[in-house]
């Protein structure tokens, strides 16, 4: 019953509890702190987009104390969104390098093992192949069979990406009613939730895998 929650204005990981109290400040370690996410053994995830790093922090909630920080990755270019999957333990992480000369950025998807072995990687040229459009990914998950999904704000769509280790199977999700999905996540109820911020508002879906 805690919330974690990256602050870029301050470079800090927040911990509040659900009353939302502050247990616990964590400053001076990151440069710019993006992606949040837990893990099945409570830790805590973190994404450094400037320093191109990603963390596991262990935090005893209850205490409001932070016990341990591990950077489990080192060379990321801008990484951002971050999920686990509770069923393999595995590790996505969306990086978004920005192209030398454009300025564009471009997104790379990686996928690594509980131990941080890459185990999947596509990039936007890769899922071009698959679409007439080119693909900005906004937001990662994993659902409950293991498969990679995202968000792309460019189709307005949430995207199935296959299992790391047969990446790319792309099959689309959700294709209409979305404006700017930019965070997505399954509830244990395997239901889906969007964040669509164009729409100012989550929208919650029912995926029939059938």
Known sequence: CHVVITDAGDRSIKVFDFFGQ???VIGGQFSL???????????????????GALHLL??????????RT?????????????AVSWLTGAIAVLEHPRARGTGTCSTTVKVFSASMQLIGQVDAFGLS???SSEITASAVTFDHQGNVIVADTSSQAVLCLGKPEEFPVL???ITQGLSHPVALTFTKENSL??????????KIYKVDWG
């Open 22 to 24: 502050i247990k616990l």
């Open 171 to 173: 099959k689309p999700i």
């Open 129 to 131: 192949l698959f679409l």
């Open 70 to 82: 591990e950077r489990l990755q080192a060379h990321l270019h801008q990484p951002r969104g971050v």
């Open 193 to 202: 939730l969007v964040l669509d911020s164009a729409a100012h508002s989550i």
């Open 58 to 67: 262990e935090i005893d909630f209850p205490e409001g104390v932070l016990r």
């Open 33 to 51: 702190p993006w992606g949040v996410e837990t893990t099945p053994q409570n830790g805590v995830l973190v994404t450094d987009a400037e320093a």
